[in-house]
């Protein structure tokens, strides 16, 4: 009887689970985000002319990690606002000479914002979006019935609410066209492809394989689809349109997936690409989770452009690698240290410990590793290009930059540096440590998050040597009688 009684009450269970699940499916919205193209001729795209960068070429990735990485990477441009550089064109703030920004899920929004804006909306950032409840887009709610839902379809939130709340307060509707239209920055969001288990990339590219406009998908989506954490979020649907348009995958990627000694990296994301092109029945939808998942630093799409490329100046035109002198390239990075009080008891962690653990050295492991991966390829292309520039004749050098005036085939410099909490000092990193991966911070713990970038930027030894060794005359842009930085 007692087995019986026990059989029973487990039956009746399963049934009462049954009907709640049966209640909560059916009322997903997971349309794909993206819309067909007829023609990749017809693909809009950023402008890769040969104006676009000029001697100094500056870009920025932020990091995952909720509204504290969205504080984080605003504080650190803050901070970037205050310098200018005597460039070719005269004084420039350094915020406008971003030329290249990506971002992950907190880190996306920033980006997306700051590519969409530029310094202008740095002000309003704050305001229309940091000192708001982001969490009011969607469920946070502890429930059976949001158990259910993770079971049943994959995740609490479908993508009816928190892109809403995106546009309703950041966004306003904005699309890629509207990226495209302002020309720079350069602005890569990234969100992870979970079959394939790389990086997707919102950028021309990946969508004239999928035959799809890039031009009219939502930033609101892009931005959500970037952070939308495993369990909290439905993952968010990308429609493959098949081969009709004329897509294919470049070149570049099939001679990458060609070479057994290519970069693991590089292999991954082309044999994601030639699933899509090759096989568009089977991979119709690309499923996207947070790009923290793959790449929580947002520096994959840069190291994969660069890679197995067959000219040393790429992705530059050679018009832009005569050019350049100078290349900054800052990581900022909002991860935690690792923190609990467990390493010192006998005890194991709990399991919902244990959840956030494990998930915190998966990505940890991988975002180091990719991060040293991204230092080797920047280093690599820098040496590529000068000796590139020092094999040109004068004649080319004449066809390609127009003068030969002032011309130092190996005066290029490139310098990547990881901006994080370690740079804001002992004390106050033990203080940011603790701040949760929320998409909703208290003024007190915004104003330490902010004030954290800024005083991390400028304590930052990468940058403050790329200031002090620069050839140009570095000013701040606080004291406009023109101070010199030290």
């Known amino acids: 009887m007692i087995v019986l009684g026990g059989l029973c009450r487990r039956w009746l269970l399963a049934s009462l689970l049954a009907v709640a699940m049966s209640a909560c499916s059916g009322n997903v919205s997971n349309a794909p985000i993206n819309e067909p193209i007829a023609s990749v001729a017809d693909q809009s795209g950023w402008p890769l002319g040969p104006d676009q960068f000029g001697a100094t070429v500056v870009g920025v990735a932020f990091s995952g990690g909720g509204m504290r990485a969205s504080a984080f990477s605003y504080g650190v441009l803050n901070e970037l606002d205050r310098y200018e550089i005597v460039a070719e064109d005269g004084r420039q703030r350094m915020t406008d000479m971003i030329d290249l920004i990506s ?121 959500a689809a970037s952070a939308a954490v495993p369990g909290v979020f439905i993952p968010m649907n990308v429609e493959n349109f098949g081969g009709a348009c004329g897509g294919h995958v470049p070149m570049w990627l099939q001679r990458g997936l060609a070479d057994s000694t290519a970069p693991a990296t590089l292999r991954a994301s082309a044999a994601a690409m030639t699933r899509y092109r090759n096989d568009p029945e089977r991979f119709r939808y690309v499923k996207l989770l947070d790009g923290g998942l793959t790449d929580n630093f947002g520096i994959h799409s840069l190291a994969v452009s660069r890679t197995n490329r067959d000219r040393p100046y790429m992705p530059m035109t050679a018009e832009q690698g005569v050019r350049v002198k100078r290349f900054l390239f800052l990581v900022v990075d909002a991860g935690r240290g690792p923190a609990g009080h467990w390493p010192k008891e006998l005890a194991s962690p709990t399991g919902t410990e244990l959840a956030g653990i494990v998930t915190d050295v998966a990505i940890d492991s991988g975002v180091y590793k990719g991060y040293d991966y991204f230092t080797t390829i920047m280093r690599d292309w820098q040496n590529d290009l000068r000796r590139w520039r020092c094999s040109l ?23 990547v540096g990881r901006v994080s909490f370690e740079d804001a000092g002992p004390e106050l990193k033990q203080e940011l440590d603790k701040v949760p991966t929320r998409f909703q911070l208290d003024p007190a713990t915004l104003d330490k998050v902010i004030s954290a970038g800024e005083t991390a930027l400028r304590n930052n030894a990468t940058f403050r040597s790329f200031m002090r060794k620069s050839p140009m005359r570095m000013l701040s842009a606080a004291a406009t009688e023109g101070g010199e930085v030290r």
């Open 103 to 223: 971002g992950v899920s907190g880190g996306s929004v920033t980006a997306a914002y700051f590519g969409l804006k530029g310094r202008d909306g740095l002000p309003m950032f704050r305001s229309r979006f940091l000192e708001r409840n982001a969490e009011q887009g969607f469920d946070t709610d502890v429930s059976l019935a949001n158990v259910l839902r993770i079971v049943q379809d994959g995740g609490v939130n479908d993508r009816s609410q928190f892109p809403r709340w995106l546009d309703d307060n950041l966004f306003e509707g904005a699309t890629y066209a509207d990226l495209f239209a302002r020309k720079r920055p350069l602005v890569w969001i990234a969100a992870s492809d979970i079959y394939s288990r790389v990086p997707f990339v919102f950028e021309p590219i990946t969508f004239s394989t999928l035959c799809s406009d890039l031009s009219k998908v939502r930033l609101s989506e892009v931005v």
């Open 393 to 415: 004749s004068d004649e080319e050098v004449l066809k390609t930059r127009g003068s030969l005036k002032g011309w130092r085939c190996s005066d290029v410099v490139f310098t």
